[in-house]
Structures are given as structure tokens and as C-alpha cells.
């Protein structure tokens, strides 16, 4: 099964090498590994030729943001499996075999993200934590926080039922928008298996330099989704149950008692977890 990954890149030379192995240290063996860098000043030039025999392609050239060089780099593209890592992120090493084995035995998984993982500027991994199940639904109530983007994997008829085409128009929340897409065709799958991590940066850390203005695109994305009557039905009646829940609260009768939680589980639905089966060894769908 071939796995396509796409790295964009601007004057990301302090970690972009680490990157670059965190992928090509995988040893996949039909691994298509493309880097889309946007003109970059520093030495990340350097650093890609220094691996480009290794590469499917690369090109440096300007372009009008990070979402448009990674529609660059699937354009390039053909493998079944598709995904993009950013050029301070980085893979836990065999994520991709894992990757692989949960798309060849499981048919019905086509969108997968793994285990919320953090690296720090040494590379540490200073946090893991079990990722949530997110819903269609939940996106449609805003409670979108966080798919980690680093873990994300799907299939290509996915992606190409969804458009084949990120939101270029987007500066920030590109990533929020595909979700938003691939929900309308697809459940998001949830492993616990480490696959990739975000880097904590002390400064330059554009996804949190510039969180007001994700929010702001993913207001904007949300506010042009048609919400069916039913789901419209649904939301409304989680709502109200949240805002009798803080009356009670705040009158003191209230204290344990989860109403809406419990309305969510069962009108939201729930992400398909995939788990390690240790009596037969292998993956498998919960």
C-alpha cells in the first residue's frame, strides 16, 4: 500500500531535517515522501538537497501559504494512504507500518487519527494523551478541539470524494475545513497507537501565534454549512439541557448529574476506536 506524505516548508531549517527522518527513518517500503518549500532564505535548501534522492519530488518556489504548497504536493501525489506533516512535526518511529497494517485489514477505516502526542525543541515526547472521538455533529456544534493534524491519515477515494482540493483560501484553518468535508462522507476512526506529534515551540509557533484568527476562519467555515432539520432538532435539545444544567449548578442542586452528556452519547454517535488486539496481535475495530 503506497503512503503519499506531504511536507510543506518556509524557512523552517531549524527543524526541518528532523522532520525529514522522522519519515524517511520509517523504512516504509512504498513510501512517496514529497517537501513543497515556498522560496525558503535559510538553510533549508541545503537540507533538502542533502536528501533529495530519497524524495518523490520537491520544489521551492513562492506560493501564497501553506495550504496551497500542500495542494502542490498532492497534485504530485498518487498513493492510496494520504497525509501531510508540517516541517517541525515529526512521526514515532514504525507509525506508518501501523498506518498500513490498520488500512489493509480494517476496509471499513478511511480516515484515521492517532494518540495526541507533543515534542519539545529537543525532540522529547513530553506528552501523550488518548485522543477524543469526534463527531460530524460535534463540529457542527463547534466543539472541534483538537484532531491532532500531525496523526491524520485517509484513503484517496476520500479525498476525492471530498473535492480532492484543500480551501487555499484559507490561511489558518484549512485543515479544519477538510475535516468538515471528509465528515460529510466518513466517520473520523480513532487509534490509541502513537502515529505523528506536534512540536511545542518557545516562539515562532505559528498555529499559536495565530489562534484568534483560526477561530475566526473556523466561525466562517461552520457559518456556511446547511444544517439539516433533524440535526438542527438535535443540537437544539443538547443545548437546552446544557443551560438547565447551569441553572441547576448554580443553584446548588446539581453537582455530579451530566444530562447533556449523556443526550450527546446517544444522539451524536460515537468515533470508531481502533485498538491493539494482544490476543491475536494485530489491530482491530471496536
Not at 190 to 202: D, M
Not at 208 to 231: M, Q, R, T
Request: hydrophobic letters at 35%; glycine letters at 6%.
Amino acid at each position: 500500500m503506497k503512503i503519499s506524505i506531504v511536507t510543506p516548508n518556509f524557512n523552517g531549517g531549524q527543524f526541518l531535517e528532523q522532520t525529514i527522518l522522522s519519515v524517511l527513518n520509517q523504512k516504509y517500503a512504498d513510501l512517496e515522501y514529497i517537501v513543497i518549500d515556498g522560496g525558503s532564505t535559510d538553510n533549508s535548501l541545503e537540507i533538502i538537497k542533502k536528501y533529495e534522492k530519497n524524495l518523490a519530488y520537491w520544489v521551492s518556489e513562492p506560493d501564497k501559504g501553506m495550504y496551497e504548497a500542500i495542494q502542490k504536493g498532492f497534485d504530485k501525489s498518487s498513493g492510496e494512504v494520504m497525509a501531510w506533516l508540517n516541517s517541525d512535526d515529526m512521526y514515532h518511529p514504525n507509525a506508518l507500518q501501523s498506518v498500513a497494517e490498520i488500512f489493509e485489514t480494517i476496509g471499513e477505516v478511511n480516515w484515521l487519527v492517532g494518540a495526541s502526542t507533543y515534542f519539545d525543541e529537543k525532540s522529547r515526547t513530553v506528552s501523550c494523551v488518548q485522543t477524543r472521538g469526534f463527531t460530524r455533529l460535534d463540529f457542527l456544534n463547534s466543539d472541534f478541539k483538537w484532531i491532532q493534524q500531525e496523526s491524520v491519515f485517509w484513503r484517496r477515494p476520500l479525498w476525492e470524494k471530498s473535492g480532492s482540493k484543500l480551501n487555499t483560501n484559507l490561511k489558518y484553518a484549512g485543515d479544519f475545513e477538510l475535516w468538515l468535508r471528509f465528515f460529510q462522507h466518513e466517520p473520523l476512526n480513532v487509534t490509541h497507537a502513537l502515529l505523528g506529534g506536534f512540536r511545542l515551540r518557545s516562539s515562532n509557533q505559528f498555529s499559536l501565534e495565530h489562534l484568534d484568527d483560526y477561530l475566526e476562519e473556523v466561525k466562517e467555515c461552520l457559518g456556511k454549512i446547511e444544517v439539516s432539520a433533524s440535526d438542527k432538532e438535535i443540537l437544539s435539545g443538547y443545548h437546552r439541557l446544557q443551560r438547565i444544567e447551569a441553572m441547576l449548578q448554580s443553584l446548588h442542586v446539581l453537582n455530579t448529574a451530566r444530562f447533556s452528556h449523556k443526550y450527546r452519547n446517544r444522539h451524536f454517535g460515537s468515533a470508531p476506536v481502533i485498538r491493539f488486539d494482544r490476543n491475536q496481535m494485530r489491530f482491530s475495530r471496536f
